[in-house]
């Protein structure tokens, strides 16, 4: 069942990847603003592959921060992370410090959104 999932999952992304490969400039530029990304940003988040995309939810379960949560919350610091993320050239780096469930992630030697989830981890900490 798991490589149906899987192949239906990549199905979605390829034709969703097709869709928007498939619009001319105008629309390009119209769709980045409005979902407020710069059209450069919008192009890195379409052509990031899907093995690539869940790294980011993954991490910030991992850290405790609920991805749900936080697009509803703060959905513009979603974004902006995810824009990061999408950019990032460390992703075989990431993988390999998530695969390891028994081992202290790694992620802050290398993440350009260390920062940015350690704000958000100390802003959802209970107050006493």
């Given amino acids: 069942m798991q490589i149906i999932a899987a192949f239906r999952q990549w199905w979605r992304v390829q034709s969703c990847r097709s869709r928007l490969g498939a619009l001319d400039r105008a629309a ?11 059209e450069a940003d919008l192009r ?3 052509i ?28 513009a610091v979603l974004r902006d992370i995810a824009i990061v993320c999408a950019g990032c050239a460390m992703t075989a780096e990431c993988r390999r410090d ?18 940015t989830i350690k704000a958000l981890r100390l802003s959802s900490r209970p107050t006493a």
């Fill in 28 to 38: 390009m530029v119209q769709l980045a603003r409005d979902n407020a990304i710069p």
């Fill in 44 to 46: 890195q988040l379409i």
């Fill in 48 to 75: 990031r592959s899907n093995a690539d995309s869940v790294l980011l939810p993954r991490l910030l379960d991992r850290l405790g921060v609920a991805p749900e949560q936080l697009a509803r919350r703060q959905a």
């Fill in 98 to 115: 998530l695969s390891q469930q028994d081992v202290p992630l790694r992620h802050g030697r290398y993440c350009p959104n260390t920062e």
